[in-house]
């Protein structure tokens, strides 16, 4: 048995995650095995059975930046010891991993190799493999490469009540022996089955058109014509709301060390907006189409005068685009050739890198977000609270303008960066959470923005997924119909709400309130 801790000390310290709310748990566990991920599940069903509700967390490295890492029950954290890789196979390609491995370590085993994991998150040198699947974890090859649900093949589950399962696509005689099983497993195969046919028609509907969507759960692909069901979709974005998983079977790809960097510098969103739809329609994809604006590298060159010497020049453009090339080399000659014809129409200046080292200098341009987010002025800090809006891609004009004049409105600065090829944004508002002022204000900017991005056919979340930041918007986003086979779909796999309870599903701005903390750190 792994183990078990009460200290003061260490609730304190997992009772926050990268997010601004804060909740203590009751204990903490370091599970050693599967076996142990076991027993704290049956003890908390058991529990529950007797009308006792102790929820279970289960935890990475706390990068979680919408609070779905926290939880005032028993908090299941995986680093310490479920962190290996079980199996590699160099001709497949496919890796079975424990969910605490870190996933920077990960991707170094890989590319010894010769392949990689293309959906990495900017958190992949501390966060999780556990914590990307569990969010649907996307980054800045996801324009070509698609999100990590794209790239599980299957998992090991605990359920709700202790029962281990796998998953994995299922033929329609496979799934009708699921469905004669008289266990846990068995009953959440005849009621999810149940769920899926009397509500094809809303779920079908429900499909958000987004290059990449982490919000809600996803029953779209579950269960095919063919009578085929594949659990794997709805537990990869679920954040332990439904399982917890133990362990996990990926894809990879073929990892190319060697690629064409372009950086181009436009000077209007309707520049930006055209180069991006553009760049989208190219016979050869580009692997990365990162967007930086102007107010980004303005506000860390004043504090950080040093960081970007001989990288970029005054006058700042209002919009840098990174646009990156990999694969083979003919290919990538292709799509340069190809983006620089476009840049010539539709960008001030550009530049093509092909050295190393050289694109890594260009590349610190785009990491400029992370040097905002450790920056405050007085007590005023960035606070990840509009972070993953993401629209379809001929609305990121739109989105651009429409954020800049809400910031206006509200007398707040502003800084965007995101990856502009699949129109999904980040940015973070400068508050101070010790003043009630700016506590009231953060929610306003929360409401409007989350509305603004719905109305334009966007998701809240495109790739940090729901926690409980963004849960309350889930029925405005999805509509009565499917928010209520949402909340079925819950109950189905955690009867007794025990699993990461506040997260997802039934959650209101109301509930979220006074879990904000007072002073933001992370």
């Known amino acids: 048995m792994g183990e078990v801790i009460s200290a003061t000390d260490a609730r304190r310290h997992f009772a926050t995650d990268a997010s601004i709310f804060s909740m203590a748990p009751a204990l903490i566990v370091y599970p050693q095995n599967e076996n142990d991920v076991r027993k704290v599940a049956r003890f908390s069903w058991q529990l529950a059975e007797r009308n006792r509700i102790v929820p279970i967390t289960a935890r990475g490295s706390g990068t979680d930046q919408a609070g779905a890492a926290i939880g005032n029950g028993l908090m299941m954290v995986f680093p310490a010891h479920m962190n290996r890789i079980v199996e590699l196979d160099a001709k497949t390609g496919h890796a079975t991993v424990e969910p605490g491995i870190n996933y920077g370590k990960l991707q170094q085993t890989l590319m010894t190799h010769g392949r990689f994991l293309p959906p990495y998150p ?28 794209s790239f599980v093949r299957g998992l090991r589950v605990v359920l709700a009540n202790g029962e281990v399962i796998t998953t994995h696509r299922l033929s329609k005689r496979e799934v009708n022996k699921k469905l004669g099983l ?58 332990g709301t439904l399982g917890v998983i133990t362990e996990i079977t990926l894809e990879t790809e073929s990892h190319e060390p060697q690629t064409t960097l372009l950086i181009a510098a436009m000077d209007s969103v309707q520049q930006l907006q055209t180069a991006v739809l553009e760049l989208r329609k190219l016979s050869e994809t580009p692997s990365a189409i990162e967007l930086i604006d102007g107010n980004l590298i303005t506000t860390v060159r004043a504090s950080h005068p040093n960081l970007l010497k001989n990288v970029i020049d005054k006058p700042y453009p209002k919009f840098v685009l990174l646009v990156e090339f990999d694969g083979k080399e003919s290919a990538q000659k292709k799509g340069a050739k190809a983006a620089r014809k476009l840049f010539d129409k539709h960008a001030s200046s550009y530049r093509q890198e092909h050295d190393l080292e050289k694109q890594s200098e260009l590349w610190k341009i785009r990491h400029l977000s992370g040097v905002l987010a450790a920056h405050h002025e007085g007590g005023k800090k960035a606070l990840p609270i509009i972070e993953d809006s993401v629209v379809p891609a001929n609305k990121l004009g739109e989105l651009l303008q429409a954020t800049y004049d809400m910031f206006a409105r509200y007398k707040l600065p502003v800084a965007v960066w995101g990856h502009a090829g699949d129109g999904n944004l980040h940015l973070q508002p400068y508050l101070d959470l010790s003043q009630i002022g700016d506590r009231q204000k953060a929610f306003k900017l929360m409401d409007d923005y989350y509305r603004m991005v719905i109305s334009l056919g966007g998701s809240t979340s495109g790739q940090g997924n729901d926690g409980r930041l963004r849960a309350p918007y889930l029925k405005e986003l999805y509509g009565n119909e499917m928010y209520a086979v949402f909340q079925k779909l819950k109950r189905i796999f955690d009867p007794y709400g025990t699993l990461n309870p506040g997260v997802k599903v039934d959650v209101t701005t109301e509930d979220i309130k006074p879990l904000v903390r007072n002073e933001f750190t992370v």
């Not at 149940?194 to 094809?200: A, F, G, W």
């Open 122 to 149: 900017a958190s992949l040198e501390y966060s999780t493999v556990g914590g990307a699947v569990a969010n649907n974890a996307s980054g800045e090859k996801s324009v070509k490469y698609g999100d990590t649900r």
């Open 182 to 239: 008289a266990t846990f497993e068995g009953e959440i195969y005849r009621s999810l089955d149940t769920l899926i046919e009397e509500n094809q028609q809303v779920i079908a509907a429900s499909e958000l058109q987004v290059s990449k969507n982490s919000a809600g759960y996803d029953l779209l692909d579950v269960k095919r014509k063919d009578g085929s069901i594949d659990l794997t979709p709805l537990f990869v974005g679920s954040q």
